[in-house]
């Protein structure tokens, strides 16, 4: 089971989520109130393991943009959490060798995700971002194939149910495991992946359910 913690602005909770078993942090470029700057980004990611995935999160922002931030980051993916098209994504992922495509659930765009060109697409509520839950059965639009994260509205109280009822592939928290907006709460961050591992389908366990090898070096 593949867990994000996003909304990172903090070389603490960065740590803290890693040190908790998280396989991946996020970054918010978008305007949001965890909006962070790249600069700031850059300084955590130097500090933590390479198997960590970091990503940026961009929404309607130009390939090109996207591109010089996720380098000057020094993150290693990139999030399009906006209205991309798949000429966009295909530029972004010429570049970036992680691209996550967030669609919204129940939109166009989660129903013809296989065009985006990449495998990992996270499908969010309608209101992408907002923190807000949706009806789940939204998900049996979203064509097979591809490895799906689930985000919208999952705390720690909802992520067992979710990852039960879902079986996602992944799953992605940033609003429901916060104290106050773009600080994180611990105690809701260590529940959180620890809840979600344990109602995962033995699948979705260990190793061999991993698709890339984040440390894996590109160059």
């Not at 010429?94 to 499908?123: C, N, Y």
């Not at 992408?128 to 509205?153: H, K, M, Q, T």
């Amino acid at each position: 089971m593949f867990v994000k913690i996003c909304g990172i602005t903090n070389e603490d909770d960065a740590l803290f989520a890693v040190a908790m078993g998280a396989d991946a942090v996020g970054f918010i470029f978008a305007p949001s109130p965890r909006q962070i700057a790249a600069q700031q980004v850059f300084n955590i990611t130097r500090r933590l393991p390479p198997e960590i995935l970091t990503v940026g999160v961009f929404r309607d922002e130009l390939p090109s943009r996207v591109i010089e931030t996720v380098n000057r980051a020094g993150v290693k993916a990139a999030q399009l959490h906006g209205h991309e098209s798949p000429a966009m994504v295909a530029e972004v992922s010429e570049q970036i060798r992680w691209v996550i495509k967030a669609v919204a659930a129940g939109s166009p765009d989660a129903r013809r995700v296989k065009d985006f060109g990449t495998d990992l697409i996270m499908v969010d509520a309608p209101s992408p971002g907002s923190g807000e839950l949706f009806d789940w059965s939204l998900l049996g639009e979203v064509p097979e194939g591809p490895r799906l994260i689930l985000a919208g509205g999952l705390n720690p109280d909802n992520v067992a149910m979710a990852v039960r009822k879902v079986q996602p592939w992944g799953v992605d928290a940033a609003t429901g495991v916060e104290k106050s907006p773009g600080v994180k709460d611990p105690m809701k961050v260590k529940a959180f992946i620890e809840r979600a591992r344990a109602a995962a389908p033995q699948q979705h366990l260990g190793p061999d359910s991993m698709p890339y090898d984040w440390a894996d070096d590109e160059e």
